[in-house]
């Protein structure tokens, strides 16, 4: 298990410029972070998936209700290059679920 805090919102993390779409600094601020939290708690020194893989539970703990789809996203895009080669690799996730966490807003993820 993964804790993560909690990602932006999905109406901060693109922007959109013209034809172009790119990430906020704020989600780029995320990612990094997340990153560095996922290679600190990752238990196992086993290598990066290189085949087809199945991420478990994804619980949002929430401080207001908002969307979700595009963090999910960014937080298989943090995981390139430390959990798996790359997002594509995800062949199934889930459940994901919303709970509400006034006190303490975090992403649990299940690898």
Do not use: C
């Not at 990430?23 to 600190?40: G, H, L, P, S, V």
Request: aromatic share 10%; charged share 35%.
């Amino acid at each position: 298990m993964i804790t993560l805090p909690l990602p932006p919102s999905d109406n901060h993390i693109y922007l959109q410029r013209g034809k172009m779409r790119f990430m906020t600094k704020e989600a780029k601020n995320w990612k990094e972070n997340a990153q560095w939290e996922i290679k600190i708690q990752r238990t196992s020194k086993r290598k990066m998936i290189v085949r087809d893989t199945k991420i478990g539970k994804v619980i949002f703990y929430l401080k207001h209700w908002r969307d979700i789809q595009g963090s999910l996203k960014l937080i298989f895009d943090a995981m390139e290059g430390i959990i798996y080669e790359n997002d594509r690799q995800v062949v199934r996730f889930g459940p994901v679920i919303k709970r509400q966490d006034k006190e303490n807003p975090r992403v649990e993820i299940e690898i």
